[in-house]
């Protein structure tokens, strides 16, 4: 049987002054737990004619056109299931893409940005964290979550509760959410930090980084399952 291949939308890096080139990222982390876990890795690429992306992870006011779209749509019909990863920005592209998978209801999974991609991709958004106390930029930092019962994360996990990191600058608020995603974990102090699409096959999306946990079972659970639902 052939592997399902699976595309990781690339993410936008800012350039520094040092650097010559603008660069598109993935995390070889997160390729490394596809081939791990059965599946063939492939990057997805924005196709606007531009080297300037939006510099923030706050709003991307790009408008595309119907042959940038088109073009984004290709690539995603090529693969069996979707990665949109986290990053210090967020690009329309993106969103776009989210909003397509989830459309042809493929399989997705949306880590930290990669979350809130999903959530504007339905409708709604993330918002600024202003005291900043979230965005812990520790590889060892763990915190409590909360995971609810009856959710793909609690069946993968089994257990109410689970330590994870927390390295990010924007935040969802229950009530951004409610009503367009079931939550699957909250921080302690009541944020969400999961989400799924019960309607869909499988859609995922979590506000921690799974791929820097890999001393744990569960990254390994979640892309396993994720595979799975790709073939």
């Not at 070889?28 to 992870?57: C, H, Q, S, W």
């Not at 935040?171 to 699409?197: F, H, M, Q, R």
Request: charged share 30%; proline share 3%; hydrophobic share 35%.
């Amino acid at each position: 049987m052939k592997k399902p291949i699976i595309g990781i939308i690339g993410k936008v890096e800012p350039q520094n002054e040092m650097d010559y080139w603008h660069r598109i990222d993935e995390n070889d982390e997160i390729r490394y737990l596809i081939v791990k876990n059965g599946g063939t890795a492939i990057m997805l690429l924005p196709t606007e004619p531009t080297l300037k992306f939006n510099d923030n992870d706050i709003h991307d006011d790009t408008v595309l056109t119907e042959e940038e779209k088109e073009e984004l749509y290709r690539q995603l019909y090529l693969c069996d299931g979707f990665v949109l990863q986290g990053g210090f920005y967020s690009a329309q592209y993106e969103i776009e893409m989210a909003k397509k998978i989830i459309e042809m209801d493929k399989p997705l999974i949306g880590i930290c940005a990669g979350f809130n991609n999903i959530l504007r991709a339905i409708g709604t958004d993330v918002v600024l964290d202003e005291t900043n106390k979230h965005n812990i930029y520790k590889r060892d930092y763990r915190h409590k979550v909360e995971i609810v019962e009856n959710t793909k994360i609690y069946d993968l996990l089994g257990t109410k509760e689970y330590s994870v990191n927390s390295i990010h600058a924007m935040i969802a608020p229950k009530e951004n959410v409610e009503g367009y995603a079931t939550i699957s974990a909250y921080s302690e102090d009541g944020l969400v930090e999961g989400i799924e699409l019960d309607d869909k096959k499988f859609v995922v999306g979590l506000k921690w980084h799974p791929e820097l946990m890999l001393e744990d079972e569960f990254p390994d659970r979640l892309f396993k399952e994720f595979i799975e639902n790709c073939k």
